[in-house]
């Protein structure tokens, strides 16, 4: 598996924990990607209206914890350039995916969602990947050792 694999395995970790329903139980609102996506990579705080069920929403993440790589993810994810992060995470999300007229999503597409020329839309995600590797290939170092402490 080449690092790129494994950076877009980890991307679908952490789209898949946005959009995962017991982040959102009990609440008729968007889910945590739906707002991702909104506010285009920068997710608001909390209003302070939103407290009313934290025990109900505690218990309910109690029953399914995020995946052990989440954290990984959201550290290298953290480590991007705001454009490279939409550009990345649009590119990942949208992958496989079709439009409302039922066309494939392609790249000029996806960057027309996210407000970017296909040009920019490229550079940036290129070079969130070139961004990640290295930080990829020491997490990677860092497990091959604890696997043989």
Do not use: C
């Not at 009990?26 to 939103?50: E, F, Q």
Request: no cysteine.
């Amino acid at each position: 598996m080449t690092i790129k694999d494994r950076i877009n395995k980890l991307i679908g970790i952490y789209l898949a924990e946005l959009e995962s329903i017991s982040h959102d139980a009990g609440w008729r609102s968007d889910t945590m990607l739906a707002r991702a996506i909104m506010y285009v990579g920068d997710i608001p705080p909390p209003s302070g209206n939103d407290t009313a069920d934290n025990a109900m929403i505690e218990a309910i993440e109690m029953i399914r914890s995020t995946h052990a790589k989440f954290q990984l993810a959201q550290l290298l994810i953290s480590k991007l350039t705001y454009k490279q992060r939409v550009a990345l995470l649009a590119s990942r999300y949208y992958d496989n995916k079709l439009d409302d007229q039922g066309l494939t999503m392609t790249d000029q597409r996806i960057a027309s969602k996210v407000k970017m020329d296909l040009r920019e839309f490229r550079y940036y995600r290129d070079k969130s990947y070139k961004a990640m590797q290295p930080n990829m290939e020491l997490a990677l170092d860092v497990q091959r050792i604890g696997r043989v402490a």
